[in-house]
């Protein structure tokens, strides 16, 4: 499947670019990175790390916006570390990012190959946002469209009822959903993480135990997410919200529950970043597919037999 990546990048986001580049479902063609978990620069850093350990050094990576369409920029690094990577003091990558703006190649990609690319968001919603104010027809240049984004619950990880991408910059989430339709856009939000993609103490064992250099990278990686989901969403172990929201992308067969629906975001403080959901008769038409389940045991198959294989460097 050929991937045009949009990534935040901290330590979930890594694990999902070692699905999409080294599970063999997958083909990235470019990686755009935005302010999100971490400043921009950070992000486009941890990206290509986590490239080089999966063996796809020949991706492109191109930064984006570093803050929010109308907000300063509220990291997640209470979360993910200071560097997004659980500060376990990750090396530099080898190489560096391209010169070309994350928005100007989300625009550019489709066009010179239409109805081909599949768009994963694992990110605040900044970069497609902004490509989408320059061309509003942009996703039906996509094959589709899927995005790690909201909690359609309405139980939330970054306030009482709101998910950390789209509370970061709802405002742009807002955008993306005025322009979805749901035969080309699905979100995968919080609440299939929190049921269908908790890594507990046994599979952080498992993982552990793998022995492989991605196995380890990223059991490591998610070192200060344990902690806070510990303390904060009081799972039984992280959760690995992107690598879901990835799996889903990659093979649409792991999805066992699903529903079109009407959705807008507010944008007010007081309720930042939560998902209204229209199920009434009277309902505007839905403008969205939302991923409501997963399969928790095929999508740990997936990580687990990604991340036991050493890639080749390509």
């Known amino acids: 499947m050929p991937l045009i990546i949009d ?3 901290g330590s979930d986001d890594a694990v999902a670019l070692l699905l999409a580049a080294a599970s063999g479902l997958g083909d990235i063609r470019a990686v755009t990175t935005v302010a999100g978990n971490v400043p921009v620069a950070t992000a486009t850093r941890n990206a290509l790390i986590s490239l080089e350990v999966a063996g796809a050094t020949h991706v492109p990576v191109h930064p984006g916006c570093e803050r929010p369409m109308l907000r300063e920029l509220s990291s997640a690094q209470h979360v993910h570390g200071e560097d997004g990577m659980g500060d376990i003091g990750l090396p530099d990558p080898a190489r560096t990012a391209e010169h070309g703006h994350a928005v100007d190649a989300l625009l550019d990609w489709p066009r ?6 599949t768009l994963v968001t694992l990110a605040p919603l900044t970069n497609i946002a902004a490509a989408l104010l320059r061309d509003r027809d942009l996703f039906t240049r996509y094959r589709h469209v899927y995005c790690m984004a909201g909690a359609a619950d309405t139980r939330g990880n970054i306030s009482a009822t709101a998910e950390f991408n789209v509370w970061a910059d709802p405002e742009a989430a807002s955008i993306v959903l005025q322009a979805a339709t ?4 699905t979100w995968i939000g919080w609440d299939v993480s929190r049921q269908d993609a908790v890594m507990t103490p046994a599979d952080q064992q498992h993982l552990e135990q793998l022995g492989t250099p991605m196995a380890h990278f990223a059991h490591r ?18 959760d690995l919200p992107d690598p879901v929201a990835m799996a889903v992308a990659l093979d649409p067969g792991l999805i066992t529950e699903q529903e079109e629906a009407h959705v807008e975001v ?11 959901i229209d199920r009434r008769v009277s309902a505007p038409p839905p403008n969205v597919t939302l991923v409501r389940r997963a399969s928790e045991s ?8 990604t991340c036991a294989t050493t890639p080749k460097s390509a």
């Open 266 to 276: 507010a944008v007010s403080d007081e309720a930042r970043g939560q998902m209204i």
């Open 112 to 117: 010179r190959h239409p109805g081909e690319l």
């Open 221 to 238: 990686i998610n070192r200060t997410v344990s902690d806070w989901a510990r303390d904060v969403t009081g799972l039984a172990g992280y």
């Open 298 to 305: 095929g999508f740990k198959k997936l990580l687990f037999d």
């Open 7 to 9: 990534t935040d990048t």
């Open 182 to 185: 749901p035969d080309k856009v």
